[in-house]
């Protein structure tokens, strides 16, 4: 061991006189004032070269070495889905983009109709295989969390990465305080307006507006399909919620939903409107120009341009006493199988992430004519897309509690019954908070 000190001793002493040497070499030559390197591009070592340092800095132990490249993802994972025509082909081209930019990772893909994927996936997960990641809707996530088939991402994705996606489309993978998957689009509700009757930028800002323009004539009127989600959006801009966090039915405790009720039935008397819930005779009667706005989402977007063509616009709600309205905003998003072991889950994150870009973004808008979760995604030149993604500004996640089962039937009877004409608004907003509660065991 001593005649190893001593050799390494005298090969540091040696690697110092050659610096000294060097250093005296050096000051021969024609050099600057101290504290005015130059630098000859020429000269200038290759990353990872040797260099040599003069002046009085001590030379360097351990010699720079170029920044290593990251090791290029290799593997193979499955992914299941249920996207067809042209969300299938938008699909194929996001997958054909990340094996250029994955060259090593291969993306096998198995599509399962949609009325099947959710089952089929928990079986196989819960018999301990499965895909990799499933393209699913947000509505399976709490049964899915609940089964354990799908891998929390909070410590998985640095939380900064998560700022490009809607606030409200990321907010509908988050549950019971976790986050457990990716949204690559969304749907909304917004305006629809016929140009050939009404000039969007003049549609009033607020609904008492929206109501007196509508009762001007009835080529003005407004058509809105009475269901629960169509008409959510009604609940926020007069400052009510259907739930708390706790699945507590709280719409008859603070704002005031009676008087959204109120506002619905009196626009459903103004002739030319209709508050229905004959989805069908709504789009027949606006297709056929008999009113100007029709509430709606980009589900009908191939079918009115192919009425309207460039006639046809998008443009956010009207806000509400309390403040904006704030559609429900539901999406697809993907997930990831709790069983994958750690390097497995890099590469199945690898594509999650690159489908979820405003890259792919892209590609689902112009393909899949779908509305992307990625917020910075160019939309092209397709107006209406735009217009949903400015309504969705202003959106918040459809719920994702268990006691929206009950919820569906109940608060879609709630407005029936408001315009009905029959019932009080009061008495029904807190007839519907009981029976919802009671059904949930509240």
Same mark, same amino acid.
């Given at each position: 061991m001593n005649h190893l000190l001593t050799s390494a001793a005298r090969r540091v002493l040696l690697a110092g006189l050659i610096i000294v040497l060097l250093a005296l070499l050096a000051a021969c030559e024609d050099t600057p004032p101290a504290g005015e390197p130059v630098v000859d591009a020429a000269a200038t070592p290759a990353a990872g070269a040797a260099t040599t340092t003069t002046g009085d800095a001590p030379a360097p132990s351990i010699l720079p070495t170029a920044t290593p490249t990251p090791?290029?993802?290799?593997?193979r994972i499955v992914l299941w889905h249920s996207w067809a025509e042209g969300d299938g082909d938008a699909l194929a081209a996001i997958l054909a983009a990340y094996q250029r930019a994955e060259p090593g990772v291969t993306v096998d893909t198995l599509f399962v109709a949609y009325?099947?994927?959710?089952?089929?996936?928990?079986?196989?997960?819960? &018999?301990?295989?499965?895909p990799d990641l499933v393209l699913a809707p947000n509505w399976w996530l709490g049964d899915l969390a609940t089964a354990d088939v799908i891998q929390p991402l909070?410590?998985?994705?640095?939380?900064a990465d998560l700022n490009s996606y809607w606030p409200a489309a990321l907010g509908n993978f988050v549950w019971q305080g976790r986050l457990y998957g990716l949204p690559t689009n969304y749907e909304l509700v917004s305006v629809f307006v016929n140009r050939a009757l009404a000039d969007p930028a003049a549609l009033p800002p607020t609904l008492d507006g929206w109501l007196a323009q509508a009762q001007q004539a009835p080529t003005l009127g407004i058509g809105l399909y009475n269901n629960l989600y169509h008409l959510a959006w009604g609940l926020s801009a007069y400052g009510a919620r259907l739930f708390d966090d706790n699945g507590v039915a709280v719409i008859d405790q603070g704002g005031d939903a009676a008087g959204y009720l109120a506002w619905l039935r009196t626009l459903s008397e !103004?002739? &030319?409107?209709?508050?229905?819930?004959?989805?069908?005779?709504?789009?027949?009667?606006?297709k056929k120009g008999e009113f100007a706005y029709f509430v709606d989402g980009p589900w009908a977007i191939d079918e009115l341009r192919g009425v309207f063509g460039d006639s046809l616009a998008v443009t956010p709600l009207p806000a509400g006493p309390a403040g904006p309205a704030q559609p429900w905003l539901s999406a697809d998003g993907v997930l990831m199988n709790p069983t994958l072991a750690p390097e497995q889950q890099q590469i199945a994150l690898s594509f999650a992430r690159f489908l979820t870009t405003a890259e792919s973004g892209a590609l689902?808008?112009?393909?899949?004519?779908r509305l992307p979760a990625a917020r910075? !995604?160019?939309? &092209?030149?397709?107006?209406?897309?735009t217009g949903f993604a400015q309504q969705a500004i202003n959106a918040q996640p459809m719920p994702a509690l268990p006691e929206m089962a009950q919820a569906w039937g109940y608060g879609g009877d709630m407005f029936v019954k408001a315009v009905d004409g029959a019932a009080d608004p009061t008495? !029904?907003?807190r007839e519907t908070a009981a029976l919802i509660n009671d059904a949930n065991s509240k």
């Open positions: 090791t290029p993802l290799a593997g009325p099947d994927l959710a089952q089929a996936y928990a079986d196989a997960v819960a &018999g301990g295989g499965g909070d410590d998985l994705v640095p939380a !103004t002739p &030319g409107s209709y508050v229905d819930p004959d989805y069908g005779m709504l789009l027949d009667r606006f689902i808008a112009s393909l899949g004519k910075n !995604t160019a939309l &092209g030149e397709d107006a209406l897309l008495a !029904t907003v």
